[in-house]
Structure formats: C-alpha cells, structure tokens
C-alpha cells in the first residue's frame, strides 16, 4: 500500500473553477512537497511545508500542512489550463532523508 | 541549458540487454537520485547518492545498479534488462546544505521499454 496516499487520482474541472487536491499519511510528515509534471516530463517543484499549519501560496494555488503533519492539501483558485498536469505530493516519513512519493492526481482542466 | 540532463531520452531495448542511463547536474549538488515512475504508482525510489562514496538502496533496487563518478554524474544500469522495467526513469539533486532536504530537481526523464 501507499505510505502517502493521494485523492482524488484523477480530477476534470471546468476552467475557472476551484479544486482540492489532498495528500494523507499515517506517519509524521518531516517535510511536505509538492511538485508538478506535464504528462511524459520531469517534475516542477511547486512548494515545500515544515511546520504543522504552515500555508504557502504562489499565484493561484496555496498548500497547507495540517496541524498533526500527517495530511496536506493543494488548493486552486480559478483554474486555467495551464494548471493541467499531474500534481505530486513527496514527504519525508522516515526522516531518512529521503523522499517517498503518493501516486499523483492527474488534473484536466476543461474550457 | 539544463541543469539537470538525461541520456536517452527515449530507448527501446530487448529481454536481456544491457542498458545505461546516464545522468549529469550542472547544479553542483551533493545528491543525487533514480526514481521510475509507472502508471498509478507515482514515483518510486531506486537508488540515492549523498556523495560520491555514498550509495544506498532505495525501495526498489533489484535488479538495477548505479555508479556515481563524479559529482556532477550518476548512472543507472539494468544488467539484464526485463519487461517490467519498462517505465519512465528520472534522476534528481538536492543540497544538502538547504534547510530539511531540500527542493529536488529532477531531469526530463528517460523512456525505456523493454520488449
């Protein structure tokens, strides 16, 4: 099973809409990153979270970090079609110093 | 330029074949990463370089080896090649020296099938 589990896996929102897209774990969160991909590319990194109820935005889109650091969402604003892609939630739960990856949310963005 | 580079992008090989993918950072980061990524499972960690006389095992390392010969370059090889390990193949750096571990930044990614 996924140690970091992402919902839902796949998205389609009519452009100019919201969307939420979550990131869960069972374990503390040393660490919360989000990154974004176009199909068949290598990964953007959107924004890093430390500390629990941290909320970060840039542009459209704002991250939080609940308070237990066991779940983070990604929030749109507006969606346009530039914001279509796969989006990436990558947490370190080990504290092993390195990342393990949830599967993704694949988000189509409509006109 | 890249900062982060892949060679192949794309490779199509057979059952039992020897196959190298390449990786080179301009970026001057201590660490680098394998990950594939396949179909609904998102990323999964192959092998992780800190330096480079440090390699360690990530979650899914049989059947693949890595060499780290500089800084600035990590290989992945697949010794004998199998059709499960048709997928698409990135590497990643990070600073350590950045506060917990630091943004990762990945390269464009390697396609590789095996028939």
């Known amino acids: 099973s996924q140690e970091l589990e992402q919902s839902p896996q796949s998205l389609i929102v009519q452009e100019g809409k919201n969307l939420t897209i979550n990131c869960t774990s069972s374990k503390t969160l040393y660490g919360l990153y989000w990154y974004k991909q176009k199909y068949g590319e290598g990964l953007i990194f959107l924004m890093m979270l430390q500390k629990g109820g941290e909320e970060k935005s840039h542009e459209k889109i704002t991250a939080k970090l609940d308070e237990k650091k066991q779940q983070s969402s990604l929030h749109i604003t507006a969606s346009q079609p530039s914001h279509a892609g796969i989006y990436l939630c990558g947490a370190d739960i080990h504290g092993a110093q390195k990342l393990v990856f949830g599967q993704g949310t694949r988000l189509t963005i409509n006109p | 330029d890249a900062d982060v580079t892949q060679t192949p992008r794309n490779r199509i090989t057979k059952t039992g074949k020897r196959i190298m993918l390449e990786c080179s950072q301009t970026?001057?980061?201590?660490?680098m990463y394998w990950y594939r990524q396949d179909p609904g499972l998102g990323l999964r960690l192959i092998y992780y370089s800190f330096d480079v006389k440090d390699i360690n095992k990530g979650e899914i390392s049989d059947g693949y080896s890595v060499s780290r010969q500089a800084q600035a370059k990590f290989s992945l090889s697949l010794e004998s090649a199998i059709p499960n390990q048709t997928a698409l193949y990135f590497c990643?750096?990070?600073?350590?020296?950045?506060?917990?571990?630091?943004?990762?930044?990945f390269g464009p990614g390697t396609r590789l099938t095996v028939l």
């Open positions: 970026k001057g980061h201590d660490r």
């Open positions: 990643a750096t990070s600073d350590s020296t950045r506060q917990g571990l630091g943004e990762q930044f």
